[in-house]
């Protein structure tokens, strides 16, 4: 009796998490299908001749419509900011709004970034999703495929005028099938952070420009000490390995994201996994990678490690913890495929949810303003749009490196299915870096079920 | 009359027992029906948007997933392992417990420290014992005692990850057995136990035909709830490892959870709750059917 009565709470306690979820009050606003008439052209191409035509298509749209708002209206926008950049928001950026649209308040709310996904997915479950967030980038496809987002591209006019403003690289992590969800916020990337009193130690005086260089690097470095390592990172997940794929001149899939085969398993991806596979067997690449958890910060600061990839936030982290060390930029080493480092930041997005959409576009407006954009800056957010970069590598100067490396930056595949891709790749970089299997053999494995994945709809 | 009566007083105990039906209903059976509901669907956790009905297909799905192959493997260990070793060390610690004169109250409470700490806050606590560069585990193995040349990278490597994983499912678990042991010990007859050693009976042979034998109701019992425990195994897995390296130290709950909050494949995740609860239903029946007897004396 006892274990049945245990074993009826046990199914209970399983289930009940997972129901938590799904059982939540369905949405408040009603979506509704509307048919609606769009003029589009298309381009037809027929053997020996291209004609342009003209169609009338009635197309059906869900929409949520939106009340016009009549009073004051508050808007929900959750983010993750770090404390200082929150202060700045919630100080000094939202108050600025209030000023100037004294009809519309913005209720901020921080949310942990690790917490953050799971909170905001059973808001959406249960229909209680704020208007906007400053979302990751790489949750932006997942969500827009969800049927989650507005497309910005379609509720606001003058939407080009942003999106010709703002970095081309992180603007395509918005975009999903055929439209814009949301605007980029703030942008980042990885360049190479390297070690001055490791490199005059080892007798060198310049950072590597190529990934040649950087294997001679290592080997001098190397002959500091056996607990000395020329690089760390903290695993095979994407963030870490694409920048040398993308280096070598390899890449995960085609450009429109069909197809792995030929691309993830191209010879330039296997030389990526092969060097970076020779980096740890020569013990320049901290064991760290393997998992278990590797302080690369501290490491760094107690010169034990000699290059990091890191991105604009280590001067803060640097000046609270280790004031004293000083750090050193340059631009990720090239390969054949030039020096291609990966695109980080957030985006912001809006849900189908909200009932207040014209006040969030204008808070959307307002985050992109130049001012705006500057005054984050001042907190260490890289600024995303191109016309304000000038006056934010004055006050930081150590973003005019990161600008020069999100000219080529790229971002993690915009795919929904990136978190399951994202899985499957870093288990192959374990298997290959482990030794378990050649990067060939692990990458012609891996290609076919990234494949299923990209398909997957 | 008296039958009137008799009908308003069921009456009332319906009445009183009205809440907590309500609260079972709706906390306990709706989610039990509707998992078992999502469980069948490609589930869209979107309000409004319609899910696509899969019959069986997310248990079939289970059957030819390697990593849930693999979290079985490691979920079915962890019960092999950390079940036995707890009831054998929490018997040793009742044993000796019971023999103490002074002193019993304060070493049943060390003992059970452990059980009532967080599974959370243990759970990092190991993770900081285990860690390769600065943990206490490698600084007394290679730096105090030198029994190895090398830092051991415990938590990279799924063997030792899954030995770490296990030591603490079995030291957080031993006081829980100690003290229900330990009451199973004290209820024992004495006269029992002077009649045997009149007889001529060795220690070892008191226990093993009067202690076991007497306490075996106590043994299923704790037996059973281990193995649900054990099968059920989530906090550790999760903070310790998550899972990594490549999946080989997940077991099936950590793989659920996963699936369904990080992956949102919640119907998949659903149907493995749902496997996991058939297994353990099976286990638990088969051990109740088979291992329990009435004790003869």
Known sequence: ?457 | MNRALRQQQIRVAYLFMLPGLIFFLTFQIYPLIKAFQISLYRWEIMPGQASQFLGLANYLRAFQDPIFWLAMRNTALYTLVTVPGQMVLAMVVALALNRLVWGRVFFRTVYYLPVITSWVVVSLLFKFLFNSQAGLINFVLKDLLHLTPNYIPWLQNPGTALIAIMTLGIWKGIGWSMVIFLAALQGIPVELHEAAAIDGASRWQRFWYVTLPIMRPTLVFVLVMLTIGGFNVFIPVYLITGGEPMHRTETILTYMYNEAFNFLDFGYGAALSYLLAAIIFVLSFLQIRFLRRPVEF
């Open chain 1, 1 to 457: 009796m006892n274990a049945r009565k245990a074993f009826l709470l046990l199914i209970v306690l399983v289930v009940l998490a997972l129901v938590v979820i799904a059982c939540g009050p369905a949405a408040t606003p009603t979506p509704q299908v509307i048919k609606e008439t769009v003029v589009v052209t298309q381009v037809v191409e027929k053997p020996g001749e291209k004609v342009v035509e003209t169609k009338i298509v009635e197309v059906e749209k869900v929409v949520t419509p939106t009340p016009q708002p009549e009073g004051p209206v508050t808007i929900a926008f959750w983010h993750a900011y770090n404390p200082v950049e929150t202060e700045m928001l919630t100080k000094k950026v939202i108050p600025a709004f209030e000023e100037k649209y004294p009809n519309i308040k913005v209720e901020a709310q921080a949310v942990p970034y690790n917490e953050f996904r799971k909170k905001l997915l059973t808001a959406i479950a249960g229909g209680t999703a704020p208007d906007l967030i400053r979302s990751d980038i790489i949750w932006v496809p997942e969500l827009a495929d969800m049927g989650a987002l507005v497309a910005l591209d379609e509720l606001m006019p003058d939407f080009d005028e942003y999106k010709d403003q703002v970095f081309p690289g992180p603007l395509s992590t918005n975009y999903w099938k055929g439209h814009y969800y949301g605007l980029p916020l703030d942008t980042n990337t990885r360049i190479l952070m390297w070690n001055k009193e490791m490199y005059e130690a080892a007798g060198i005086t310049e950072p590597p420009t190529t990934i040649d260089e950087f294997l001679a690097v290592c080997e001098k470095i190397k002959s500091l000490g056996e607990d000395k390592y020329c690089f760390a990172d903290g695993g095979t997940y994407g963030w870490a390995v694409l920048p040398w794929i993308w280096s070598f001149g390899g890449s995960l899939t085609d450009p429109d994201m069909t197809t792995a085969s030929g691309y993830v398993n191209s010879p330039a991806t296997v030389a990526a996994y092969e060097f970076l596979k020779e980096l740890l067997d020569k013990g320049y690449l901290h064991p760290g990678i393997l998992g278990g958890g590797v302080d690369t910060s501290g490491g760094y600061a107690q010169d034990q490690i000699a290059n990091l990839l890191e991105g604009p936030w280590m001067p803060a982290i640097f000046e609270a913890q280790y004031p004293d060390k000083e750090i050193q930029w340059a631009l990720m080493p090239a390969g054949d495929g030039g020096s291609i480092s990966v695109v980080g930041g957030e985006d912001i997005v809006m849900f189908q949810q909200s009932q207040h959409k014209e006040a969030a576009a204008e808070f959307i407006r307002f985050m992109l303003s130049p001012e705006v954009q500057l005054m984050m800056a001042d907190v260490g957010q890289v600024p995303v749009r191109m016309d304000v970069t000038d006056e934010a590598v004055q006050k930081q100067p150590y973003f005019a490196l990161f600008f020069e490396q999100l000219k080529t930056a790229k971002a993690r595949l915009p795919h929904p299915n990136w978190p399951k891709i994202e899985d499957l790749l870093t288990s192959t970089g374990q298997a290959i870096l482990r030794g378990e299997k050649g990067a060939q053999e692990a990458l012609d494995e891996l290609a076919p079920k990234i494949d299923s994945l990209l398909a997957t709809d």
